[in-house]
């Protein structure tokens, strides 16, 4: 387990990549969500809040290990990056603005089954989320920032043969992304309540009063049909990689990862083993 962010604020975004809820069979879970627009995310949820009283205070990322709750828990990872980013708030408690500092590699393990909230399905206790120890530096959360260039892509190493898990894609393909992402973040936060799927995020932001670092998961890419169908057991290795598309291709990432290759300059690699 790594301790990097355990003072930072845990959220995720739902439905910020096309398709993505309906392969995984959550797409009911939000059919009473209204958005302004159709391929607007369907809301934030939380799986971290330190000093909370709940499941939701309890430190669920790694940078090694994926611990399953049991052996036959329907349980598949999440292939996506995480901004870290600051928050400044106003004295009556409003988000003011967003400022995201770097991007990595995360795991967004998710259990399917039916549950009331969101962020149920999202820590079940330690080690139940995973984190790249490598965050790169946003130098602009623009179109003409860096981040502009870069992929994301996975992988599932069961019984040493590796399978794509989830699709390559262009980080630029999120359905929300750069300046639209953080005024639509920031809206969210102050205003999201309590209904259906989602949580009211300021009553939760006011548990943690004096913590302004956050941790935001932007969505869960597409499955390939491999992944799609396919949960996770002990001994599977997971390997979700970010990386410049400007130097390198799927094919040299398929390389890295066959020959367990994990570090280079323009990626942040993330490799999990999972155990009960």
Not at 14 to 41: M, R, V
Not at 51 to 79: C, H, M, R, W
Not at 112 to 137: D, L, Q
Not at 208 to 221: C, E, F, V, Y
Request: aromatic share 12%; with cysteine.
């Amino acid at each position: 387990m790594s301790e990097i962010y355990k003072n930072y604020l845990g959220f995720g975004i739902a439905g910020n990549f096309a398709l993505h809820l309906k392969q995984a069979g959550e797409l009911e879970d939000f059919k009473e969500i209204a958005t302004k627009e159709e391929s607007a995310p369907k809301g934030i949820f939380p799986f971290y809040i330190p000093k909370d009283k709940t499941f939701l205070g309890v430190y669920p990322l790694s940078t090694e290990i994926i611990k399953l709750p049991n052996a036959d828990a329907k349980v598949q990872a999440e292939p996506e990056i995480a901004l870290v980013c600051k928050f400044a708030f106003d004295d009556n408690n409003n988000l003011l603005d967003i400022t995201p500092t770097h991007f990595t590699a995360f795991n967004d393990v998710s259990i399917r089954e039916k549950r009331a909230k969101i962020s149920m399905k999202k820590n079940w206790g330690e080690c139940s989320k995973g984190v790249s120890g490598t965050a790169i530096e946003i130098d602009s959360f623009t179109k003409e920032g860096e981040i502009e260039y870069f992929h994301i892509a996975s992988f599932l190493r069961r019984d040493e043969n590796l399978y794509r898990y989830g699709e390559d894609v262009a980080v630029s393909n999120y359905s929300y992304f750069n300046e639209k992402l953080l005024e639509w973040m920031k809206n969210q936060i102050n205003t999201q309540i309590d209904f259906g799927p989602l949580e009211d995020l300021k009553t939760l932001l006011s548990r943690s009063p004096d913590i302004s670092d956050a941790l935001i998961t932007i969505g869960s890419t597409r499955y390939t049909s491999y992944g799609e169908s396919m949960f996770l057991q002990e001994g599977d290795e997971v390997i979700v990689a970010v990386y410049d598309g400007r130097q390198y291709c799927q094919n040299n990432i398929l390389s890295k990862v066959s020959r367990k290759e994990y570090e280079g300059k323009g990626i942040s690699m993330l490799v999990q083993k999972v155990v009960l």
